[in-house]
């Protein structure tokens, strides 16, 4: 795996596409609000040895988890699913399982669409996706180990 690799979408056509323009080379943080969806997602990076914020992107209800990865630790795989709430098509849960532990589900599980993304040999180091009331769809950044 060579450079910065973009994977995704997953989940529904609404919203408004949200992404960045840096390299990310760690995720740090990940700040997420669910309850029956997948509410927002915010999140940190770091590049160059700078911390960026991004984000919240998507609405303001459920509840608010915050997750933060402590050193050598790193997202290797996202679980989820997608379908259809409120008359959107959205995503409907998140975990993300990272070299050390899981940490989800949040949002409601075994509803719609599953969509299960291991990375083999790198990290996932950002994220992107269409945005609205909540997250439409969830895309993500890649880097090699």
């Not at 029956?36 to 988890?65: C, M, N, R």
């Not at 098509?89 to 899981?102: A, C, D, E, Q, Y």
């Not at 509803?111 to 269409?130: D, H, K, L, N």
Request: aromatic share 14%; proline share 6%; charged share 15%.
């Amino acid at each position: 795996m060579a450079g910065r690799i973009k994977l995704g979408l997953w989940g529904g056509n609404g919203g408004t596409l949200c992404d960045i323009d840096g390299h990310p080379i760690r995720l740090t943080k990940i700040v997420i609000r669910s309850g029956h969806v997948i509410d927002s997602l915010a999140y940190e990076y770091v590049q160059d040895g700078k911390t960026f914020s991004v984000g919240p992107w998507g609405g303001s209800g459920g509840t608010s988890t915050t997750i933060e990865f402590q050193p050598g630790e790193f997202l290797i795989i996202i679980d989820g699913n997608f379908g259809e709430f409120e008359g959107f098509n959205v995503v409907r849960s998140l975990t993300f399982i990272t070299n050390v532990r899981p940490y989800g589900p949040f949002g409601i599980e075994d509803v719609g669409t599953p969509f299960f993304i291991p990375v083999a040999s790198g990290r996932i180091v950002a994220f992107y996706g269409r945005f609205g009331q909540y997250v439409d769809a969830i895309g993500m950044y890649l880097t090699p180990n």
